[in-house]
């Protein structure tokens, strides 16, 4: 009889004189445990996709607007070498960093210009910050890095457009007098050794995995190598987006959690003839500028609620009940009629003594249990 709590699916024969009772067999019972096992095993396979987030749905825009973009805390390191990878002695060469800043007052169609340079520094693990953890190589320690978090280099503006903006020039000069006082060496003698040389750049970018809950911006550290040659002047044009990322980690109402960060977008190179720029005339060989776009792009992830959960584990279980009843019905139907055929048939017969008419009731077919609530009894006339 514990089993028949189990029969949640067995076929239910209505007749007058049988009421509404359901007709209870081994198939009945055999399919509603199937029933309840897959049902079971829907349940867990709905909840504990859920909670791993190994679904998403993602929305991406892209915003046009003046995003800003913060590096004051993102190591940038610097070495010009030549091409067996041996650093350039600093007699020979510089480099610089300046920051500039374009500023428009109101009413005022034209920028005023704000250039401040930024001291470069031997690199050491203090220069790394945060970020040291993914140098994990010695070789920046020839390198020249900025200093970590000490300068407000904050990049805004489209660089394209005549409005306010702001960015960064990395510069490669020629061994300055000015700078050297007067102890450069001649131009001839300079020459072989910035013919043909390589700016390396190392700086921490940043890229998007939709699939990791916990940090869908992770940063790593990216590394160029830039052609320099003493003939030219070579320009390099370094185009960053804003990230803008939202995350609903709400389970029941709606919770956002946002992150904010950066991407390299795309580099573009020219050159000129001549050396020299607007603050280093005649002995800039290189440039390399970095520069934001006025583009934001935007993600918007969700994930299923617990509302979504119920919805899908109700209706699945109510398909698979569905399924079921249809094949009880059809099997344990005709089960039930032949058993109600087969009882008549016993009744009928003449050859039947009283004792084995006492042995007929109800339960008479391990297939079938009907609750008569009576026993069938026959006397039989000898």
């Known amino acids: 009889m514990g089993l028949d709590l189990i029969d949640i699916v067995g076929y239910r024969p209505l007749i007058?004189?049988?009421?509404?009772?359901?007709?209870?067999s081994t198939f009945g019972q055999l399919i509603g445990t199937i029933t309840i096992f897959?049902?079971?095993?829907?349940?867990?396979?709905?909840?504990i996709n859920m909670f791993l987030r190994s679904e998403i749905s993602l929305l991406y825009n892209i915003s046009h607007s003046t995003a800003k973009i913060d590096i004051s805390s993102?190591?940038?390191?610097?070495?010009?070498?030549?091409?067996?990878?041996?650093?350039?002695?600093?007699?020979?060469?510089?480099?610089?960093?300046?920051f500039w800043n374009f500023t428009k007052e109101e009413g005022d169609d034209i920028n005023y210009v704000k250039t401040y340079e930024i001291p470069l520094e031997s690199c050491e693990e203090d220069n790394?910050?945060?970020?040291?953890?993914?140098?994990?190589?010695?070789?920046?320690?020839r390198m020249k890095c900025i200093p970590y978090n000490k300068f407000n280099l904050t990049l805004f503006g489209d660089?394209?457009?005549?409005?306010?903006?702001?960015?960064?020039?990395i510069v490669v000069n020629m061994c300055n007098n000015q700078t050297k006082n007067n102890s450069c060496p001649l131009k001839s003698q300079l020459e072989p050794h910035l013919k043909n040389v390589y700016l390396e750049i190392w700086y921490v970018d940043y890229e998007v995995n939709h699939k990791d809950f916990a940090e869908p911006i992770k940063?790593?550290?990216?590394?160029?190598?830039?052609?320099?040659?003493?003939?030219?002047?070579?320009?390099?044009?370094?185009?960053?987006?804003?990230?803008?990322?939202?995350?609903?980690?709400?389970?029941?109402?709606?919770?956002?959690?946002?992150e904010k960060s950066y991407r390299f977008s795309h580099l573009k190179s020219s050159a000129q003839i001549q050396h020299g720029s607007s603050l280093y005339p005649g002995i800039t060989i290189g440039t390399v500028t970095f520069y934001t776009q006025a583009e934001e792009d935007q993600y918007y992830r969700t994930y299923p609620k617990i509302q979504t959960l119920l919805a899908r584990i109700g209706g699945a279980i109510q398909g698979i009940i569905i399924i079921s009843r249809a094949i009880c019905?059809?099997?344990?139907?005709?089960?039930?009629?032949?058993?109600?055929?087969?009882?008549?048939?016993l009744l009928g017969r003449n050859e039947s003594t009283e004792e084995e008419t006492h042995k007929i009731n109800i339960n008479h077919s391990s297939n079938l249990h009907l609750s008569?609530?009576?026993?069938i009894k026959r006397n039989v006339v000898k």
């Open 329 to 345: 019905h059809f099997v344990t139907k005709n089960m039930f009629l032949i058993d109600i055929m087969n009882l008549n048939f």
């Open 74 to 98: 993102s190591p940038l390191l610097l070495l010009l070498k030549d091409g067996l990878n041996n650093p350039i002695s600093d007699e020979y060469h510089e480099l610089r960093i300046n």
């Open 159 to 169: 660089y394209k457009q005549n409005n306010a903006n702001s960015l960064i020039n």
């Open 16 to 24: 007058n004189v049988f009421g509404y009772n359901r007709y209870v």
């Open 38 to 47: 897959i049902s079971s095993i829907l349940c867990l396979y709905f909840t």
């Open 372 to 375: 008569l609530g009576t026993e």
């Open 219 to 258: 940063s790593y550290v990216r590394s160029d190598t830039l052609p320099i040659n003493w003939d030219i002047h070579s320009r390099y044009f370094y185009a960053f987006n804003a990230l803008r990322y939202m995350t609903d980690i709400g389970t029941v109402f709606e919770d956002n959690r946002e």
């Open 128 to 141: 790394l910050g945060k970020y040291a953890p993914l140098f994990n190589s010695n070789d920046y320690k």
